[in-house]
């Protein structure tokens, strides 16, 4: 790291913290040379690889955006969008992969989506998951009322309410 002050090639860490979020480290620097102190924030970065192959930086903002199309109209708030996108974020980066495709992502967004906003998740399904016709809108449909049977079947047997929304 070079000394932002005297553009040394060298600089001592002295100090080391977990951000808040946990997915960064700050680092308190000093420089050998002319004795100056900074900070530096490491993170591990997260590439996106798009389809016309291009590669750039992962963004919760671009997530936010993507699923804010998905949710219009729909009673999502801002907050959940930022859980949504953290979720989103938190599961690509546990693959363990530097670069991810970036319909994968949309294929993760898929998951939070569906447990937010059932409609704005068959919006967005109808995108990632390529919809061609009515067929795959009533297969999707389906799928989402046979999960809510199963789900009311499993209160039932335990004695539970099914959650409500």
Do not use: W
């Not at 949504?84 to 939070?112: F, H, K, M």
């Amino acid at each position: 790291m070079h000394c932002p002050f005297c553009r040394h090639g060298d600089s001592r860490v002295i100090d080391s913290r977990t951000s808040d979020d946990g997915l960064s480290i700050r680092r308190r620097r000093q420089c050998p040379e002319c004795g100056g102190r900074f900070s530096t924030i490491e993170t591990a970065s997260l590439n996106v690889i798009k389809r016309s192959g291009a590669v750039e930086p992962f963004s919760r903002e671009k997530v936010i955006a993507g699923a804010r199309k998905a949710c219009q109209g729909r009673p999502v708030t801002d907050a959940d969008l930022a859980i949504l996108a953290q979720r989103v974020e938190e599961a690509v980066r546990q693959t363990g992969l530097s670069q991810i495709d970036a319909n994968e992502i949309g294929l993760a967004i898929l998951g939070p989506l569906r447990e937010l906003d059932e409609v704005a998740y068959l919006r967005f399904a109808s995108v990632y998951r390529a919809f061609d016709s009515l067929e795959d809108f009533e297969a999707a449909i389906a799928e989402l009322r046979a999960d809510h049977a199963r789900l009311a079947g499993e209160g039932a047997a335990t004695g539970d309410a099914p959650a409500e929304r």
